[in-house]
């Protein structure tokens, strides 16, 4: 099972921390992405993190601002999130892929396990 938490109200320019972590699993093991969705809107791939080489990829508004990363002693993978802007606002999701094609990172369908989703709201 994966848990998304570290959302919450920020600030234009501000950062938040997301974690995705895990209980039954060795997320190491796996490729991670981080999604997110507005209401009426597709679920967007933000950020991915490759499972044995350290690949890593970020949508290209997001790229500079926002870094992915494992902890794995917590067993979890954090989206760092800084400069923030409102249209960063949305429900933020992490998956795990139980084995990646990396040309499908950025594709929700790819994924096999979901977290619930941590909103992220960013507004002054």
């Known amino acids: 099972q994966l848990q998304a938490s570290g959302g919450g109200l920020v600030q234009p320019g501000g950062s938040l921390r997301l974690s995705c972590a895990a209980s039954?699993?060795?997320?190491?093991?796996?490729?991670i992405g981080w999604f997110r969705q507005v209401p009426g809107k597709e679920r967007e791939g933000v950020s991915c993190i490759g499972s044995k080489d350290g690949m890593t990829y970020y949508e290209d508004s997001v790229k500079g601002r926002f870094t992915i990363s494992r902890d794995n002693a917590k067993n979890t993978v954090h989206l760092q999130m800084n400069s923030l802007k409102p249209e960063d606002t949305a429900v933020y999701y992490c998956a795990l892929d139980q084995n990646i094609i990396w040309s499908t990172r950025a594709t929700s369908a790819a994924y096999d396990y979901w977290g619930q989703g941590t909103q992220v709201t960013v507004s002054s």
């Open positions: 039954e699993v060795t997320l190491d093991y796996y490729a």
